[in-house]
Nanobody, 122 residues
Framework: QVQLQESGGGSVQAGGSLRLSCAAS????????LAWFRQTPGQARERIAT????????WYRASVEGLFTISFNTAEDTMYLQMNSLKSEDTAMYYC???????????????WGQGTQVTVSS
């Protein structure tokens, strides 16, 4: 069973940066896709970035493209999300997830981390 553990969240002022980590473990075959989602109270989880772990093909939500960078370190089995020029609307709980493909729907991802809170103050 895949285990995912996020870290790196915190509070930052608008315009600042954070780097989130997602350590993956517990698998014999590496998940095909790792993804970052975020969620605010009362809202559905939204997919913000994905990476295929073998081809390193990436996808970004339009609102974060050019500002956030997703990466995967195969030696560490860790996915990262570098977030720059943060805005108050980036405030959310951030989750990492794994799946057999980089699906749009959160329902199709198999395993999830517990989440890490990011708070951006203006």
């Amino acid at each position: 069973q895949v285990q995912l553990q996020e870290s790196g969240g915190g509070s930052v002022q608008a315009g600042g940066s954070l780097r989130l980590s997602c350590a993956a473990s517990g698998y014999s075959v590496r998940p095909v896709c790792l993804a970052w989602f975020r969620q605010t109270p009362g809202q559905a989880r939204e997919r913000i970035a994905t990476i295929y772990t073998h081809t390193f093909e990436t996808w970004y939500r339009a609102s974060v493209e050019g500002l956030f960078t997703i990466s995967f370190n195969t030696a560490e089995d860790t996915m990262y999300l570098q977030m720059n020029s943060l805005k108050s609307e980036d405030t959310a709980m951030y989750y990492c997830a794994s799946g057999g493909s980089c699906w749009l729907s959160s329902d199709l991802y198999d395993f999830w981390g517990q989440g890490t809170q990011v708070t951006v103050s203006s």
